[in-house]
């Protein structure tokens, strides 16, 4: 089982950038597939982008390819989405997800994943 806590959310004008960090507990953390999903009020969850377990495989959204990325370092279980050239349609609850798997590949339905952190808030003004 793993524990998923984020950060770095916040207030930014359009056009900045943040960083968001997602801190996993446990020692298996290369084990888990991880994403990070968010959601706005009064819409459903939605997939922003994901990652292997090893790193080397990643997926976007399309309105977030070339603007977001993601990361991970698993010595430091620690998953990250470096978010540049923010918009206000950015703005939302951003979540971070991890799924036990032998899988090397990438997970982008919310429904592949077991772990939820309580997520971090991300508002872009205008």
């Known amino acids: 089982q793993v524990q998923l806590g984020e950060s770095g959310g916040g207030l930014v004008q359009a056009g900045g950038s943040l960083r ?12 888990y597939a991880t994403g990070w999903f968010r959601q706005a009020p009064g819409k459903e969850r939605e997939f922003v982008a994901a ?34 050239s ?14 036990l798997t032998t899988s ?10 077991t772990y939820w952190g309580q997520g971090t808030q991300v508002t872009v003004s205008s």
């Open 104 to 113: 090397m590949r990438t997970k982008v339905l919310a429904s592949d994943y």
């Open 20 to 31: 968001l960090s997602c801190l996993a507990s446990g020692r298996t953390f290369s084990f």
């Open 86 to 99: 923010l918009k206000p349609e950015d703005t939302a609850l951003y979540f971070c997800a991890a799924d």
């Open 51 to 84: 990652i292997d377990r090893s790193g080397s495989s990643t997926s976007y959204r399309d309105s977030v390819k070339g603007r977001f990325t993601i990361s991970r370092d698993n010595a430091k279980n620690t998953v990250y989405l470096q978010m540049n």
